[in-house]
Each structure stands twice: as structure tokens, then as C-alpha cells.
């Protein structure tokens, strides 16, 4: 079974700091990797979307990579701003189609 | 783009009731819908897969009898939460899924905070 899991469980930078958040998974027959922040209490936002045959995704501040080959992902954002502050996770859709969530990554920007 | 929408949105119910969730594709047909729990403080974790008109596919250690899901059609999943206790209190989120020029891409519902008092 695909297993995700995502360093640091918990990250705290000042603002305007660039950071990486990093996602791994066991499996590397994947058909997408998909990022996303969830606000307390609430639904998740899509972020970015990477195809398994595509290396790299961009969308404003926000860059994500995928090596499917090594199982890793990262998620760069720059001019961290305190908006950003949220819970980031990543997610593995197998071939059957379901995802596989990572544990997250608690961001907080301080002002 | 894609909207799904869950209702509720939260629920407080007594223990031993039974509670429904729905999930809906507002603007197009849903070939499979997931649901998901997430517990405080962790991460989402698939319950199960849903086709409509077939039964749905559990993950292992998700009881099907008491987490019972209906996929009557292509724009609506029903997951209903059967003799509810306290330890069933999560954040409940389904997903639609949609065929798009990258094949299947899949939509989030904001989710259905349960609590069972």
C-alpha cells in the first residue's frame, strides 16, 4: 500500500523567507501528485497538479517537482507571505485512482 | 471549474443515531466518488470508493456496515454514518472525480464536521 509522508510535520518562518516543504512516497507507480492547503477547520484548496510524466508545475509564488523515479516531491514557495500560514499536504493518486494523503506540514508565516 | 458541495456542513447528533452526508458534483457527472475521514490533528485517510450504481469499495478497517454509502447517480454519493458514537466525531470530505483532457482529475467537497455527542 502507498505510503506518503511529508518533512517537517511542522514549519515556522519568518515573512518574506523562501521555504521547501518535501513529501516522499513508497510507491512510484503513481499517475499524478497533487499538493494542497487546508485552512483550520475547513476544505481543502488545490495548489498544483503534476502529471506523472511532467517533472514540474509553477502557479505565482508556488513551485512544485516530482521525481517519480526517487519517490519525492517539493513544494517551494517564495516571499513567504503570513497568508500562507496553513496545514500543506500532498497527495498520491494511484492508478486504481484514489488518493493517498500525506501526514501535512503546519506552516506558519510570522508577520 | 468543477464544484462539489457537501450538506451538511456540520452535524451534531446523539449517540446511537444515524447521520447521512451528501456529496454532489454540482456541474458534471461523477465516474467515482471517494470519501474521506480526517481525524484532529492528522492527515485524510480514504474510506472508500464509490461507482455509481455498483457497490462501494472499503479500505481496509472501515466497516461497511456501519459507514453505509449509496451512489445512486452521477452527481450524488450518500455516506451514512449508522448508530454514530463519539469515536466517529471527524471531518468527513468526499471528492469527485472527472474526466478531463489529463483523464480523471478529481474535485473536493468542503467537507461535513461531525460531532456525536
Known amino acids: 500500500k502507498q505510503e506518503v509522508t511529508q518533512i517537517p510535520a511542522a514549519l515556522s518562518v519568518p515573512e518574506g523567507e523562501n521555504l521547501v516543504l518535501n513529501c516522499s512516497f513508497t510507491?512510484?507507480?503513481?499517475?499524478?501528485l497533487q499538493w494542497f492547503r487546508q485552512d483550520p477547520g475547513k476544505g481543502l484548496t488545490s495548489l498544483l497538479l503534476?502529471?506523472?510524466?511532467?517533472r514540474e508545475q509553477t502557479s505565482g509564488r508556488l513551485n512544485a517537482s516530482l521525481d517519480k523515479s526517487s519517490g519525492r516531491s517539493t513544494l517551494y514557495i517564495a516571499a513567504s507571505q503570513p497568508g500562507d500560514s496553513a496545514t500543506y499536504l500532498c497527495?498520491?493518486?494511484?492508478?486504481?485512482?484514489?488518493?493517498?494523503f500525506g501526514t501535512g506540514t503546519s506552516l506558519t508565516v510570522i508577520p | 471549474g468543477a464544484v462539489v458541495s457537501q450538506h451538511p456542513s456540520r452535524v451534531i447528533c446523539k449517540s446511537g443515531t444515524s447521520v447521512k452526508i451528501e456529496c454532489r458534483s454540482l456541474?458534471?457527472?461523477?465516474?467515482?466518488m471517494f470519501w474521506y475521514r480526517q481525524f484532529p490533528k492528522q492527515s485524510l485517510m480514504l474510506m472508500a470508493t464509490?461507482?455509481?450504481?455498483?457497490?462501494?469499495?472499503?479500505e481496509q478497517g472501515v466497516e461497511k456496515d456501519k459507514f453505509l454509502i449509496n451512489h445512486a447517480s452521477l452527481t450524488l454519493s450518500t455516506l451514512t454514518v449508522t448508530s454514530a458514537h463519539p469515536e466517529d466525531s471527524s471531518f468527513y470530505i468526499c471528492?469527485?472525480?472527472?474526466?478531463?483532457?489529463?483523464?480523471?482529475?478529481?474535485?473536493f467537497g468542503p467537507g461535513t464536521r461531525l460531532l456525536v455527542l
Open positions: 456541474d458534471f457527472q461523477a465516474t467515482t
Open positions: 464509490s461507482n455509481e450504481g455498483s457497490k462501494a469499495t472499503y
Open positions: 510507491d512510484s507507480a503513481i499517475y499524478n
Open positions: 503534476i502529471q506523472s510524466s511532467q
Open positions: 471528492s469527485a472525480s472527472r474526466a478531463t483532457g489529463w483523464g480523471e482529475t478529481q474535485y
Open positions: 497527495a498520491v493518486r494511484g492508478t486504481g485512482n484514489q488518493f493517498y
